[in-house]
């Protein structure tokens, strides 16, 4: 396989990596990394390390997202 291109059949394991790490923060508030390391090293052959920057990159934006529908909401009594 070239290795420039991604295959079909990667995007579809980046979708369900993506879904079920995505019900578990839904679900349990965190441990989304414990399911998106693992499924990356063991499914997408990642190594280790490069599945761990992956993971913690996403905390960040998905953060700032959270807190930004928290206040837009008023759900944060500032009080």
């Given at each position: 396989m070239n290795k420039g291109k991604i295959s079909v059949s990667k995007y579809i394991k980046f979708?369900?990596?993506?879904?079920?790490?995505?019900?578990?923060?839904?679900?349990?508030?965190?441990?989304?990394?414990?399911?998106?390391?693992?499924?990356?090293v063991l499914l997408l052959k990642e190594e280790e390390h490069v599945a761990h920057a992956?993971?913690?990159?996403i905390i960040l934006p998905l953060t700032l997202v959270s807190a930004f529908i928290y206040v837009a909401n008023s759900y944060i009594d500032w009080i």
């Open positions: 979708a369900i990596i993506g879904l079920v790490t995505g019900i578990a923060n839904g679900l349990f508030g965190s441990g989304g990394g414990t399911i998106a390391v693992p499924a990356m992956t993971a913690i990159s």
